[in-house]
Nanobody, 113 residues
Framework: VQLQACGGGLVQTGGSLRLSCVISRNIFSLNAVGWHRQYPGKQRELVAG??????MYPDSVKGRFTISRDNARNTIYLEMNNLKPEDTAVYYC?????????WGRGTLVTVSS
């Protein structure tokens, strides 16, 4: 499974960005898809996920981030609104099949204050 993410960049506080991730397999064949972010020297943390038809978000992004998918295009999106400097990180898309996790290359999101 290959994942290709894009859409990162520099945005001012309060701004918006949309990340996209094209997945090389039919989304219906996946157990879960999601977006994670990683700060320097820290482990990756989940910011949005879809599993079993349900979405999940941590409190830090709830109400600001929205994950969605286009099944026909095998693409998932992360809409990020009201961005804050603490959202600055490298963002990774993820797909899970059983116990196996697959990752795309990260895309850097920088939020200036």
């Amino acid at each position: 499974v290959q994942l290709q993410a894009c859409g990162g960049g520099l945005v001012q506080t309060g701004g918006s960005l949309r990340l996209s991730c094209v997945i090389s397999r039919n989304i219906f064949s996946l157990n879960a898809v999601g977006w994670h972010r990683q700060y320097p020297g820290k482990q990756r943390e989940l910011v949005a996920g879809i599993s079993g038809g349900s979405t999940m978000y941590p409190d830090s992004v709830k109400g600001r981030f929205t994950i969605s998918r286009d099944n026909a295009r095998n693409t998932i999106y992360l809409e990020m609104n009201n961005l804050k400097p603490e959202d600055t990180a490298v963002y990774y898309c993820n797909a899970r099949i059983g116990w196996d996790n697959y990752w795309g290359r990260g895309t850097l999101v920088t939020v200036s204050s």
